[in-house]
């Protein structure tokens, strides 16, 4: 009988390992025979550690449930899938689960992220084998059929950034992962790793197909182990497996692939930047031109993408892209991973096609917050996204009603927050934020950020206030048209929208006295 409990970090985080080690233990005790399987999350992070439990071949839930649960469990037969308190009946029935789309995450939470096997029995390796059949440049026309765009942030079309490694000349090509994810509320990227890293392995090496690429890197945030280790496993097996390597599947072509962490920068996830910082130099953001797609890691072609980018390309080329292009809405195609965090009650991973609202997906699937107060606020697209108040909630998710609004989807992070938030305090964490990781390279950002604390320190403080806001926005304007890279010039969506949307958090006792005087 198979038991699944996720090694994922977020469920390791509640105790996961124990509650491995305690049904261990309890099965042992009781001689009963099980096979326990450190499977991935299902994204349902309010339930975690959820443990699972194969019974007549339906995959019952329990969660969440600690390492004190487990005898009690026992004692209820949930080994045969007998009811219990922390039951939740059939995991594919959980609406949660049932209503979204999963074609990135397919497996995730399903297989065992360890198994080369597990995975070629769930489709795995099937698009790799349609790529071997195709000339490059017809898998980078499916990729640009497809729709896909970049899920990094800046929502590039992936095709026409392969089209252009592929028509680009050279004898040595990269592939880049940018596993950095240092957005605020996201952890798409780490969950993938983890829970089903062939893949990314398998998306990265078509990419290399596609452009002529022989070798790749992952560019992996140092503050995730538990991927180092998933990626680092099944890299091994792929290359033991001839999937990776000088001829991959007796094809005669080759690609190499190596994990690379990071040293803790947010300013890193910029792809310039993470090419310094993997070259080993200090990462600054490099001036475009070139684009890093003709002059990238060490001056060569290079292809970077988000790992949920290449992580979407296995199922177009295994399914096509009219099928991936059928999901979606507008330009924006196929589906997105959202994570939901913050002050939510259901907090997780949503994959859904793109156009549902973000009230849907607030409340149908997060229920509201966990404090039962009404979300006020919530930020979408990371730390440099605008933050929207409910009157913009009814907005469908995708990239261009996103913009419309001034704001933007990024990497589907959405940190919620309710009544009690000060939006003020968090205009100016969004101008500190920026302060403290600039990469120093120009100076709207690196000058202006630091400048932008102070003054809306005394915009808060009622100090001459309708003075202070102009400059603020100001000041704004500088850095959205006059910063290198998005760090500066994205800084002033959260900034903005909190003094445009929640104008009131800005007035404070001094200044409103001082007013009625
Ligand atoms: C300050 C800053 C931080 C970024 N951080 C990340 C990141 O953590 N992960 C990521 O994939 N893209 C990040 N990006 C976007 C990358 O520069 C780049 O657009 C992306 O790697 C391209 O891949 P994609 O087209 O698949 O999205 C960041 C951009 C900026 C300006
Ligand atoms: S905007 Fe900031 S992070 Fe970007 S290049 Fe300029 S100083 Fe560096």
Partial sequence: MKIYVPCDAAALGVGADRTAQAIVAEARRRGIAIELIRNGSRGLLWLEPLVEVEAGGTRMAYGPVHSEDVAGLFDADFTSGKPHALCHGATAEIPYLKKQERLTFARVGITDPRS????????GYRGLAAALT??????????TASGLRGRGGA??????????????????????????????????????????????????????????ASQGYIYLRWEYPQAKLALEAA????????????????????????????????????????????????????????????????????VINNVITFASVPIIMDRGAEFYQHFGSGRSRGTLPMQLAGNIKQGGLVEIAFGMTLRELLYDFGGGSLSGRP????????????????????????????????????????VAFDDSVDMAAQARYAMEFCAIESCGKCTPCRIGSTRGVEVIDRLIAGEDAAKQEVILRDLCETLTYGSLCALGGLTPYPVISALNHFPQDFVKPARASSAAG
């Fill in 134 to 143: 195709q000339k490059p440049a017809d898998i980078v026309a499916s990729v």
């Fill in 235 to 302: 890299i091994a097996a792929a290359t033991t497996a001839g999937l990776l390597g000088q001829n991959i599947q007796g094809s005669g072509k080759a690609f190499e692939l190596a994990v690379r962490m990071g040293a803790g920068a947010y300013i890193c996830g910029e792809e310039t930047s993470l090419l310094e910082s993997l070259e080993g130099k200090r990462g600054q953001v490099r001036f475009k031109p070139p684009l890093p797609a003709l002059e990238g890691l060490w001056g060569k072609p290079t």
């Fill in 155 to 212: 929502a590039f079309p992936a095709g026409i950034k392969w089209k252009t490694v592929l028509g680009a000349p050279g004898a040595q090509k990269y592939i880049v992962c940018n596993a950095d994810e240092g957005d605020s509320g996201t952890f798409s990227d780490r969950m993938l790793m983890e829970g089903d890293p062939f893949v990314l392995i398998e998306g990265m090496t078509i990419a290399g197909l596609a452009t002529g």
């Fill in 375 to 414: 979300i006020r606020a919530v930020q979408v697209g990371g730390p440099l996204g605008a933050y929207h108040p409910d009157s913009q909630f009814d907005t469908p998710l995708d990239y261009e009603a996103f913009a419309a609004i001034k704001g933007m989807l990024g990497h589907g992070g959405i």
């Fill in 116 to 123: 080369l096997e597990d995975y070629k029995q769930h489709g």
